[in-house]
């Protein structure tokens, strides 16, 4: 089946400190999607990316599509206490359903 | 108003009873799906109904069995539940087929813990 990967598994950084995860899939991509999940909540829609290289951003959080659509990126800047969560990509072959990726957590150190 | 709802929120049970979890969206979405995550946070999907018809069958154990009475609820029976079966279980809901590229709106999960 479709695997869809991100590293790193955890993260700890101090506030004010920037943060990256990065999504990669064996397969390409039709389109990607990121969600947002805090301690004891539940996933969250942050985001949909669709076209080569397309970067979108939201505030401090920026999201990148890779060239070849076959891996994906969540910077977020200067990282604040509310940023804590596990953040999921999910990527989607045409025509097919998404598949999540293994996720990063995120702890922010006060 | 709760867009996707799920009960019970939590479900605490012995190895080999049987038990289920409903979910209802009133967000008028086509697709339904049920999620297991593990305590590693992995998110796995196990099934997905599109207007009451399976259309995504994971490999799960089938001792475990959807039933969608309608497009707007998709409920999931367990058999003779195991202590890998302890997870959080969450519902999830999307517009369109399930190969469409809408967003997918979660209930809250409901935690299953198996003595």
């Known amino acids: 089946g479709q695997q869809v990967m991100q590293i790193p598994q955890y993260q700890h950084v101090q506030e004010g400190e920037d943060f990256t995860t990065y999504c990669n899939s064996s397969?390409?991509?039709?389109?990607i999607q990121w969600y947002k999940q805090r301690p004891g909540g539940h996933p969250v829609f942050l985001i949909q990316l669709v076209k080569s290289g397309e970067v979108k951003k939201q505030k401090r959080l920026t999201f990148q599509f890779g060239e070849a659509k076959k891996n994906s990126s969540l910077h977020i800047t200067a990282t604040q206490t509310t940023d804590v969560g596990t953040y999921f990509c999910a990527g989607q072959r045409a025509g097919n359903q998404f598949y999540f990726g293994t996720g990063t957590s995120l702890t922010v150190i006060p | 108003d709760t867009a996707v709802s799920q009960t019970p929120k939590y479900l605490v049970t012995q190895m080999g009873n049987d038990k289920s979890i409903k979910c209802e969206q009133n967000?008028?979405?086509?697709?339904m799906y049920w999620y297991k995550q593990d305590s590693k946070k992995f998110l796995k999907i196990m099934f997905s109904y599109n207007n009451k018809e399976l259309i995504i069958n994971e490999t799960v154990p089938n001792r475990f069995s959807p039933k969608s009475p309608d497009k707007a609820h998709l409920n999931l029976h367990i058999n003779s539940l195991e202590l890998g079966d302890s997870a959080v279980y969450f519902c999830?809901?999307?517009?369109?087929?399930?190969?469409?590229?809408?967003?997918?709106?979660f209930g809250d999960g409901t935690r299953l813990s198996i003595l």
């Open positions: 397969t390409t991509l039709s389109n």
């Open positions: 967000l008028g979405h086509d697709t």
């Open positions: 999830a809901s999307s517009q369109g087929w399930g190969g469409s590229n809408q967003p997918q709106h």
